[in-house]
Each structure stands twice: as structure tokens, then as C-alpha cells.
């Protein structure tokens, strides 16, 4: 049997070259979430301060516009925990048996 019959291409979209494609308003739109993502970094800063015992520190990332700390290095429960006198280094758990 023999078989030469074309079946011809149907396409429901039409086709876009390369170029028009990235034209596109899908381009806009990680252009804008990459600028929101930008402006939200830029709202954040790095506040470094000394800690309650020599030679330490306490990292502090803070809210421009409100002022509110976002998250702080080492937690304030240990900083707590350094201004008591008998705190060092890894004697919040004990791990003698």
C-alpha cells in the first residue's frame, strides 16, 4: 500500500517569530514583578549593633518605612540570655548523658 497523501498543518494560534514574541506583554509583566521585588529589597536595611558582651553582635533588619525590626541575629531571647553572667556558648542545651 502506498501511502503519498499530505495531510496539511493546522495551526489554531497563529505563529510569532522570535522577535514579536518577546514583545509581548508577558515581558512587562516580569519586568514589573522584578521591579516590585527590587523596591520591596530596598525598603529593608542592616543595622549592626554591638552585643551585650565584648565581641558581639547583634544583626538587625529593619523596616525603612515603619521602623519595625524584621528579623534580628541572634534572637532576642538569647541576647536575654547573654546580659545573664553565667551564659556562654552553647550552654543553653546540655549534651552530657
Known amino acids: ?21 518577546s514583545s509581548t ?4 509583566f516580569s519586568d514589573s514583578r522584578a521591579s516590585e521585588e527590587a523596591e520591596r529589597n530596598a525598603r529593608y536595611r542592616l543595622v549592626i549593633e554591638e552585643g551585650p558582651q565584648a565581641g558581639s553582635f547583634i544583626y ?3 523596616d525603612r518605612v515603619t521602623g519595625e525590626i524584621v528579623k534580628q541575629l541572634p534572637r532576642e531571647q ?6 545573664a553572667g553565667s551564659y556562654s556558648s552553647g550552654t543553653v542545651i546540655d549534651t552530657k548523658a
Open 1 to 21: 500500500m502506498q501511502n503519498n497523501a499530505k495531510i496539511p498543518t493546522v495551526t489554531a494560534f497563529p505563529v510569532l517569530p522570535a522577535a514579536a514574541a
Open 25 to 28: 506583554t508577558g515581558g512587562d
Open 60 to 62: 538587625k533588619t529593619m
Open 78 to 83: 538569647v541576647v536575654d540570655l547573654m546580659r
